[in-house]
Each structure stands twice: as structure tokens, then as C-alpha cells.
Nanobody
Framework: QVQLVESGGGLVQAGDSLRLSCAAS????????LGWFRQAPGKEREFVAS????????DYADSVKGRFTISRDNAKNTVYLQMNSLKPEETAVYYC??????????????????WGQGTQVTVSS
């Protein structure tokens, strides 16, 4: 079993930056593929970014490409999501997901085995 705990959410203004963190425990961290998703009220959970086991392969939703950066520190068992130039429509609960296996990228919720509780990001206009 893997436990994931997100942090770093908050209230920011449009154009601001925010960095989310997700700390993992319960499994060898470097054996996990990791991803970030978000879910706005009344909408389905959507893919934001994913990163391979060693961090060499990353993938992003088109809507965040060039503004968001996913990274991981395997020594700290933590994955990050740096979000720049945030927009009001990106207000959502952001979730960290973890998956066993090797293949990347992984863009659907069904491809992830474990989830955190989420962290709220609110972007005001």
C-alpha cells in the first residue's frame, strides 16, 4: 500500500505561481510512476502531468504545457508540481496519483493505483 499526502495548495491571484508537493510512503518511491490530476466542482478528474520512475520522461496536458513543471526527488520520496501563470479556470482540487509498472505516459485515472486526499488550489481573477 502507498500513502500519498499533498500539500502546498492555497489562494492565489491570476498570474501567480504555486508549488505543490506530494510525499509518498509505504513503497519504494523510485518504483512508482507519479502523476498530478485536478478536479473542479461538477467536473471529472482530469490529467495534468506525469513523470516516469527516474524522472527522465514527463508528460503534460496541452492546457498546462509550458507553464507547469512536474519533478521528483527520489531521495525525499516527493513529487512536485510547479505551476506558473495560473488562471482562474484552474481552480480545483489537485490530486497526486501513483502507479506500479513501467509504461509511460499515463493520462487516465484508471492507470493509477493510489491517490492522495487532494489539496485545494483557488485562483482569483
Amino acid at each position: 500500500q502507498v500513502q500519498l499526502v499533498e500539500s502546498g495548495g492555497g489562494l492565489v491571484q491570476a498570474g501567480d505561481s504555486l508549488r505543490l508537493s506530494c510525499a509518498a510512503s509505504g513503497r519504494t518511491f523510485s518504483n512508482l510512476i507519479l502523476g498530478w490530476f485536478r478536479q473542479a466542482p461538477g467536473k471529472e478528474r482530469e490529467f495534468v502531468a506525469s513523470i516516469s520512475r527516474r524522472g527522465g520522461i514527463t508528460d503534460y496536458a496541452d492546457s498546462v504545457k509550458g507553464r507547469f513543471t512536474i519533478s521528483r526527488d527520489n531521495a525525499k520520496n516527493t513529487v512536485y508540481l510547479q505551476m506558473n501563470s495560473l488562471k482562474p479556470e484552474e481552480t480545483a482540487v489537485y490530486y497526486c496519483g501513483a502507479a506500479d509498472g513501467w509504461h509511460v505516459p499515463r493520462r487516465t485515472t484508471t492507470e493509477y493505483d493510489y491517490w492522495g486526499q487532494g489539496t485545494q488550489v483557488t485562483v482569483s481573477s
